[in-house]
């Protein structure tokens, strides 16, 4: 990699990644939580093989070992899980009174958080996410998700007044990686309580949490055929969007694969809603607390290892704060402890694979290949597994691919802007639209950009702050369709005649 620059010289021994590291899972965290040699699929209430006897296996990225194997579910599973999908729907999910429905969401919003810790434990160790943002983040708002459409599933008929939407069927739905438990649980909740029933398909390297979840859907009582997950990879979730008996599809994962999708559902009248890529600006200007900002920044781009479809990947500072920002960012870049994703005091953990690895260092190498300057503390990362250090470029223009493609690893590029006009304009100068940060004193401001940015959140002195009740989605390549709040239970409705507002 390209040499370092000068604050990386600067860095503190003490506090830099990697020197003291060793792999070692604390055995309060680890011991006790499960995990089993193999999986089956989760296919109208029972665990069972894949027909063919496929497996894949499931590895843990912050040590390179394999956790389990999990049934590689093909077309026939797909076809079972569909038509069990179905059968729940028209017998019991789709009749039942929604109050009735309400029950099981509360149930299940209660045993996440009962089994948190478990929950938490396992999605570290297959994400290779901190623990800290497994236990406080994801497994949390999980089962907020949960609480918030358990409310929802009785008041469905009030949400969109002058219409009455009705359940759309058997919903197909496709996650990533990053967020494996919280993505499923985005997906799930809405969908169940409209009345809906879904086959989900996870992505192939992170499949524990959601099965994990089916023990709980088990645990409280979910009627059979409710919820059906088919594990397995890229070719699982296209015979489920292909399946004629689904009725709608809702994806989350590259624009790349939300564009193959859009082209395989064309014509075929079924629904479609898709949360794709971002490459998110965060905007800051030179009267904003300063500190915060630098907090904020950090917590933008880091948070999750910058595995993040929102995360604020281009930093727009304004010029006259430029130096002074880059200077406390750096500094505070040297106290990032890379390591151990079970230890409570690690915030930036595995990379979660060697692709996403060898992406991420293919873009870096571009960002030097075009000029751009380089910054990352001094630190040996552990010998094993996947790791990459904390990373910022300076002097990057909007023309570089750094400033262009999403890189989705812990990267920041740093432009700037002299005036909120300009900043407006490089902000929205990119294919994406999910989302943007704005740290400014004044308020007027904040409105002023909010009204011209093309994103479908806008954080205002805070970043990557998520609330079930508030709705998320993005505008151009970063999808359509919303999940959260009310308008996120419009994409889970079919309404009749021409009603056609969210
Ligand atoms: P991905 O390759 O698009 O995969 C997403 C999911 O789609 C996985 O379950 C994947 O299975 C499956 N898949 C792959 N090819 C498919 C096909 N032809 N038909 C149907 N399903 C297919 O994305 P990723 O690399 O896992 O995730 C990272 C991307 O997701 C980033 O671009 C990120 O920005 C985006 N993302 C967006 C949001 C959002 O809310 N907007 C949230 C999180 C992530 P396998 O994993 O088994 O290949
Ligand atoms: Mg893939």
Request: net charge positive.
């Amino acid at each position: 990699m390209a040499a370092k620059d000068t604050v990386a010289a600067t860095a503190r021994p003490s506090l830099t990644f990697g020197a003291t590291w060793k792999y070692a899972p604390a055995p309060e965290d680890s011991g006790q939580v499960r995990i089993e040699a193999r999986y089956g699929l989760f296919v109208a209430g029972k665990f069972q093989p894949a027909k063919a006897g496929r497996t894949l296996p499931v590895v843990e990225p912050a040590t390179e070992a394999v956790l389990a194997e999990v049934a590689h579910a093909d077309a026939a599973d797909v076809d079972r899980a569909v038509a069990a999908a179905r059968r729940a729907q028209q017998r019991v999910w789709g009749p039942m009174p929604g109050a009735h429905r309400a029950r099981y969401l509360y149930r299940i919003a209660r045993l996440i958080q009962e089994r948190a810790r478990e929950l938490a434990v396992l999605e570290t160790r297959n994400g290779g996410k901190p623990i800290r943002e497994s236990r406080d983040v994801d497994v949390p708002l999980a089962a907020q998700h949960f609480f918030h459409h358990a409310g929802w599933a009785d008041k469905v008929h009030l949400a969109f007044p002058g219409a009455v939407g009705q359940p759309i069927g058997v919903i197909g739905q496709v996650i990533p990686w990053n967020f494996p438990l919280l993505m499923a649980a985005w997906k799930l909740a809405p969908a169940l309580a409209c009345g809906n029933t879904v086959v989900l398909k996870p992505a192939e390297t992170t499949p524990l949490t959601a099965l994990r979840l089916a023990e709980i859907l088990q645990q409280a009582d979910l009627p059979e055929g409710v919820v059906n997950i088919v594990c397995g990879d890229g070719g699982t979730g296209a015979a489920l969007v292909r399946h004629p008996g689904i009725d709608k599809v809702a994806f989350t994962g590259s624009t790349e694969v939300g564009k193959e999708i859009q082209r395989t559902l064309a014509g075929t009248g079924k629904d479609l809603t898709l949360e794709l890529g971002g490459k998110a600006a965060h905007v800051v200007f030179e009267d904003c607390a300063v500190d915060q900002a630098v907090e904020g920044v950090v917590r933008g781009i880091f948070f999750n290892q910058g595995h993040v479809c929102c995360a604020g990947s281009r930093l727009l500072v304004q010029e006259s704060l430029h130096d002074l920002f880059v200077e406390k960012l750096l500094r505070r870049m040297e106290r990032i402890r890379v390591g151990d994703p079970l230890d409570k005091n690690t915030d930036l953990g595995a990379i979660h694979s060697r692709a996403q690895l060898d992406k991420i260092r293919g873009l870096v190498e571009s960002g030097v290949a075009e000029g751009c300057t380089l910054h990352q503390p001094a630190g040996a990362l552990p010998a094993k597994g996947y790791w990459y250090p904390p990373t910022a470029f300076t002097g990057v223009g909007p023309a570089h691919r750094i400033a262009r493609e999403e890189i989705f690893g812990p990267v920041l590029s740093i432009l700037t802007f002299r005036t909120p006009e300009e900043a407006v304009e490089k902000a929205n100068n990119t294919p994406y639209g999910l989302s943007a940060g704005v740290w400014t004193d004044k308020g007027a401001r904040i409105l002023w950009l909010a009204e011209r940015l093309r994103a479908g959140v806008v954080w205002n002195n805070t970043f990557n702050r998520f609330d079930p009740a508030a709705p998320f989605g993005g505008y151009k390549e970063s999808g359509f369709g919303r999940e959260g709040g009310r308008q996120g239970l419009r994409a889970y409705l079919r309404f009749s005649g021409s009603f056609r507002q969210g």
